[in-house]
């Protein structure tokens, strides 16, 4: 009876009553929402009392009341987001969002049913937000200046307005990736055009600006956009974009990475483990992974052999970071380097109780026993020992066998280093700190006052190279002056005389012989001459892997799939990858098809 005499003749006032007062409310006018609770009651009760079900009974206060509401308020923002975008910045326009947004949420737990929440903030949304989104975040004060002003507080609002609806994300991730790769692309730039024109004291200037800007943004996807996924990857998107555009990124990330974890060294960061975090972050990144591990590894052998470490602690956790982004199997060798330098320590004390070679020889010696295969493979001819360690090492190879006789040992000079005592003159005796080349050299002293560059080679049995060359021409530097060298030049041949400098001067009692670069390599590839061998047995695999499993491929197929293989390590070329499949054709690991040109059949 009431729907019939009452409601019927009455609901439709009361609707535009209500709409009206809303309406009102949203214009700051202060309404009676007791009032209204009631008002909004007489619809919701009026469904249950006449519906069958739950469904029924809300449709007829969705059908009577809850449309109007909604619409109303579609009206109502439309016209409200027109003038704001006119009238505001991006910022100020966001926060009007979120207040109305706000306020829409809370009407409706003051009067209104909680099942309009979902229809009426949507359409607030839609109305807002949605329909403005591109006008909204080109604006001069939009997403683009929001990032370049660091607004993190207005970045936060944009996610969290717009994070309501995840599908509407990918626009505002695509400007993000945009910016980061504008500004990523300004410092590669920027550093490119200063190759020579700077003394290389800021020979980290790169990384370190490239750190710098990861930090940044890597913060604002953590703290203002949530860590969603589609900021992450947009992120890594723009990285992989510029870093590359480099090709002395992977070199100098490692350079980086050892001075972080140098003992001594220039480079000061404020906390160790966020700074190794981002430089394996940036490791993620570089196209050429084979060259970073290339150069780490043999900075690593450096930092382990001549006991430069800062803390072993933070680089067994760089092994671990490294691990997660390359997987085990180089992170594997890393790990025997760090075993091979802890049972060297174990056997350098069992040694000394075999054989003490402070009493019986007159020095202290120390050995790292380096499993081949884990440290860096480098091409060395042996030479002779020098006569004054010819007894310590003897007895080492013999107590060595006794413990692994299936072993077999080869002393190293060029990775040693030694503490030399050398007078000069009567009153004049110093404590070199060398390299076990550099001693090498000094020892032939001890029998001849002149020697050519030949009794050198001659006596320690070694054979001229570049490196060995600038081993002895730094004992001869002029800032040094440990040698004398006649005639006094960059240049080094044979018969160059060589003599202990007797009127050396030295304030300290120690010192260390740098090694420098007087003769430089004649030849500077591009890509090491190791890691070229290693990417040529990387493709040979990766086509002999790919033509196993599918026995026939096209050419374009076999090297798109060897491509994807390799993708996590380098970037191999087409042209490479063709001579690799020329390679194995002659090897008889493949042949071609006969009946099809660009085809590619698999031998057994």
Not at 63 to 84: H, M, S
Request: glycine fraction near 4%; charge should be positive.
């Amino acid at each position: 009876l009431f729907d019939d005499i009452v409601f019927k003749h009455y609901s439709q006032y009361a609707r535009d009553a209500i709409l009206s007062a809303i309406n009102l409310e949203r214009n700051q006018e202060e309404q009676d929402r007791e009032l209204l609770k009631d008002s909004v009651t007489v619809f919701v009760d009026l469904g249950y009392n006449i519906g069958e079900n739950t469904a029924v009974k809300l449709r007829y206060y969705e059908q009577q009341l809850q449309q109007d509401i909604v619409k109303d308020a579609g009206n109502f923002y439309r016209r409200q987001a027109t003038t704001w975008l006119r009238e505001d910045s991006t910022s100020a326009y966001l926060v009007k969002c979120q207040k109305a947004l706000d306020a829409e949420t809370d009407r409706v737990k003051a009067y209104l049913h909680r099942s309009t929440l979902e229809h009426l903030v949507k359409k607030c949304y839609t109305e807002l937000l949605k329909v403005h989104q591109s006008a909204l975040l080109n604006k001069t004060t939009g997403l683009y200046y929001l990032l370049e002003e660091k607004q993190n507080e207005d970045l936060k609002r944009v996610h969290d307005l717009y994070s309501r609806y995840p599908q509407d994300l990918p626009p505002i991730g695509e400007m993000f990736r945009t910016q980061v790769q504008k500004e990523g692309k300004a410092i590669v730039k920027r550093t490119n055009e200063a190759k020579g024109k700077s003394q290389n004291d800021e020979k980290h200037v790169l990384v370190t600006d490239l750190i710098t800007l990861h930090r940044h943004y890597d913060t604002v996807v953590r703290e203002c956009f949530g860590h969603h996924q589609v900021f992450q990857k947009a992120l890594k998107a723009a990285f992989e974009s510029f870093i590359n555009e480099n090709d002395s990124v992977s070199k100098l990330l490692a350079l980086y990475a050892h001075d972080v974890l140098k003992k001594g060294s220039k480079v000061t960061v404020e906390n160790v483990e966020k700074t190794l975090d981002h430089v394996v972050f940036l490791y993620g990144y570089i196209r050429d992974k084979d060259v970073f591990d290339h150069d780490y590894q043999q900075l690593l052998q450096e930092r382990l052999l001549k006991r430069k470490c800062s803390s072993e602690a933070n680089e067994r956790a760089m092994i671990a970071k490294l691990k997660s982004e390359a997987g085990y199997q180089w992170t594997n060798k890393l790990e025997g380097m760090f075993k091979d330098v802890g049972v060297s320590k174990n056997l350098t004390g069992l040694f000394k109780n075999f054989f003490n070679t402070e009493e019986k020889c007159g020095l202290t010696f120390n050995v790292n026993v380096c499993t081949h295969g884990f440290w860096p493979s480098t091409n060395y001819t042996s030479s002779k020992t020098p006569e004054a360690l010819k007894m310590a090492t003897d007895n080492f190879k013999e107590f060595y066998h006794r413990r692994y006789a299936e072993r077999e040992i080869q002393w190293r000079m060029d990775m040693g280093e030694a503490e030399v005592l050398v007078r000069f003159n009567p009153k004049t005796e110093v404590r070199l700190s060398v390299s076990s080349y550099q001693m090498a050299f000094l020892l032939v002293f001890n029998k001849k006052k002149i020697v050519s560059f030949q009794d050198i080679l001659d006596a320690t049995g070694l054979k001229s190279d570049t490196t060995l060359q600038n081993h002895l021409l730094s004992l001869a530097h002029p800032k040094l002056g440990v040698l004398l060298k006649k005639p006094n030049s960059r240049t080094l041949d044979r018969k160059h005389k060589f003599q202990l400098n007797s009127n050396f001067k030295c304030k300290m009692r120690k010192i260390t012989v740098p090694i420098i670069n007087v003769i430089r390599h004649s030849v500077n590839p591009t890509v090491d001459p190791s890691i070229a061998i290693q990417r040529r047995c990387q493709m040979d695999a990766a086509i002999v892997r790919a033509m196993k499993t599918k026995k026939r491929m096209q050419h374009m197929e076999l090297v798109n799939e060897v491509t994807a293989q390799l993708r996590a390590r380098f970037s191999a070329q087409p042209g490479m990858i063709k001579k690799r499949i020329e390679h194995l054709i002659e090897q008889e690991y493949l042949e071609r098809d006969p009946t099809a040109r660009g085809v590619y059949k698999y031998l057994a």
